[in-house]
């Protein structure tokens, strides 16, 4: 990343994540509601040493994915479940969209893709470069969420990401976003999607497991879905089908356990006729993070591949004459370290994006925004009523004349 003339926060980011946990350990980093003390808000320039670790929790063995041969191999990876998942029995809505759900298929396991430097895409590098986003918020039609599985701000800021940096420059961004705690994939998701803590959508698990039910509602895909709009959701852990409940997603896909096939099947579901609300999950950053290490070489490679296919969903997008009208919200459920993620605070901060018409460019903004907002914002940019028993509020900041 090449932004670190935009604020302060950034010139010094081993600092400032320094600063950030003393402070979240301080104020109980474990807390899950509303923060009362936004990460911000703790002194920056914390000269204490970090305070022990808090407790680790141990991941999910459905979390751990075997070890790349690339990789030193920790020994949290050897796992028993770490095996294929079955096939989500839950059965996708039939599609109010004209939208064809491409037949899921399982990997046979979720091994990431070997991790090889991406070639530069020059041309779709220019090209998001270039895209102009105008208007305001009234124009926004659509949103698009895009969750970049387990991918910490420190790891954009350190990878090579041209892409997510140009569509940084044209919108509002914070690298102090927070998670919930136990911050694991489902239970995160759920958050992201439902607009709400753990507590509430209860959702305390990170399988996929039919005979532990579904999130209690209502979600963002109820929502919209209920106010007669059409909704779609790309996911490249099977487990997120936990987050769909009857009648809310139109298009539910699962393609495969890697950034690449998550992406061929969003650009199919975009190509033809982006649904009002597109989630798509990108897991490769989380894999190869349990694999290879949080920060590791091999996963800033993941996270510079991530940032081409994001390019090239963007640039589906604009094709599709879409771009004037949507909001584009890019974040991640966790981070992580060492080869895992739970409660500790590298975990727990994770990077927000939104890019759109009528959000200001270049913008940084407000501590304390939580992962559940993410839902709320979705909702309040299409207009809908957010439901009264979420904890998530709509970043008002990303909106104007609104
Ligand atoms: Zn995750």
Redo the contacts with the bound molecule.
């Keep these: 990343m090449k932004l670190m003339n935009t604020a302060p926060l950034r010139l010094k980011h081993g600092l400032v994540l320094a600063g950030m946990l003393v402070g979240l350990f301080l104020t109980g980093c474990a807390e899950i509601d509303r923060p009362g003390t936004p990460a911000s808000e703790v002194p920056m320039e914390a000269t204490v040493s970090l305070p022990p670790a808090p407790p680790t929790i141990t991941p999910a063995p459905s979390q751990i994915t075997p070890a790349s041969p690339a990789s030193a191999t920790p020994t949290l990876t050897a796992s028993p479940t770490s095996t294929p998942f079955p096939t989500p029995t839950q059965t996708p809505v039939a599609a109010s969209s004209p939208t064809t759900t491409p037949v899921p298929t399982l990997a046979t396991s979720p091994t990431p893709e070997p991790v090889t430097k991406p070639t530069p895409n020059i041309q779709l590098q220019q090209k998001i470069e270039t895209l102009t986003i105008g208007g305001s918020s009234d124009d926004i039609q659509r949103v698009v969420i895009i969750s970049i599985?387990?991918l910490r701000p420190d790891a954009w800021e350190q990878a090579d990401t041209p892409i997510l940096d140009a569509l940084r420059l044209k919108g509002a961004f914070t690298d102090v976003a927070q998670t919930v705690v136990p911050a694991?994939?489902l239970i995160?998701h759920a958050s992201m999607l439902g607009g709400m803590t753990p507590e509430k959508h209860g959702i305390y698990w990170n399988v996929y497991d039919p005979s532990l039910g579904l999130i209690n509602g209502p979600t963002l895909f109820s929502e919209a879905h209920n106010a007669g709009l059409r909704t779609a959701m790309v996911a490249g852990k099977p487990r997120l089908a936990h987050i769909v409940l009857p009648n809310s997603v139109d298009n539910y896909n699962y393609a495969g356990y890697t950034d690449q096939q998550t992406v061929e099947a969003a650009l199919a579901v975009i190509q033809t006729g982006l649904p009002d609300v597109l989630f798509i999950h990108l897991p490769n950053v989380?894999s190869v993070g349990h694999a290879a290490g949080w920060m590791s070489a091999e996963q800033l490679t993941t996270v510079s591949i991530a940032d081409g296919l994001v390019g090239e969903l963007v640039a589906a997008i604009d094709a599709g004459g879409y771009l004037p009208g949507t909001l584009l919200v890019i974040t991640a459920?966790?981070g992580g370290h060492g080869f895992e993620h739970g409660d500790a605070p590298e975990d727990i901060i994770v990077p927000w994006l939104a890019v759109g018409p009528g959000v200001p460019a270049g913008l940084t903004l407000q501590p304390g925004l939580m992962i559940y907002d993410t839902a709320a914002t979705a909702l309040y940019a299409l207009n809908l009523p957010i439901p009264p028993t979420w904890d998530g509020r709509p970043v008002l900041e990303i909106f104007t004349g609104k």
Excluded: E, I, L, R
């Design positions: 599985d387990g694991t994939t995160a989380d459920d966790h």
